[in-house]
């Protein structure tokens, strides 16, 4: 009788992975990141359980879109109250907070549960090069796209 490996949070081996978004197209990284969060990487993978790595993303104001998104893709947000809906630019909210870009991107590919959320904590986007987990030993990740 086989028996399944099923990962717990004491068995989970969590890294720090360092990537640069320089020249990225959003997307495309957005998905591998969201891989590496979630744990999909990894021999071990189970679903209900947040074994993904902990992702530093550097130069996140370099990355860029394909087509004339800069233009044309919108960002929505509500203040709450009636007719409160604001709308943005890509190009406006590369200006303005460039880090949010990569944010968006990649909290939509997450689970929308508590252990989404989760996993959305162990990302850490910074618009230049200096980041503040050189403490944590983060390893160079090379992405494929």
Avoid at 14 to 32: P, Q
């Amino acid at each position: 009788m086989k028996n399944t490996y099923m990962a717990n949070a004491n068995t989970v081996d969590k890294k720090w992975l360092l990537i640069d978004a320089t020249d990225k197209t959003v997307g495309r990284l957005s998905v591998e990141i969201a891989k590496l969060l979630r744990g999909k990487h990894k021999p071990y993978f189970t679903p209900n359980v947040d074994c993904g790595d902990y992702v530093i993303i550097i130069n996140a104001k370099k990355v860029h879109f394909t087509g004339n998104k800069w233009a044309d893709k919108k960002y929505y947000k509500h203040t709450g109250h009636p007719g409160g809906i604001k709308e943005e630019t890509a190009q406006n909210l590369l200006n303005r907070a460039p880090e949010r870009i990569l944010e968006k991107a990649i909290k939509g590919m997450l689970p929308k549960t508590k252990l989404g959320k989760q996993m959305y904590r162990n990302l850490y986007v910074y618009a230049g090069v200096d980041h503040k987990h050189e403490a944590q030993q983060p390893t160079i990740y090379k992405t494929n796209r």
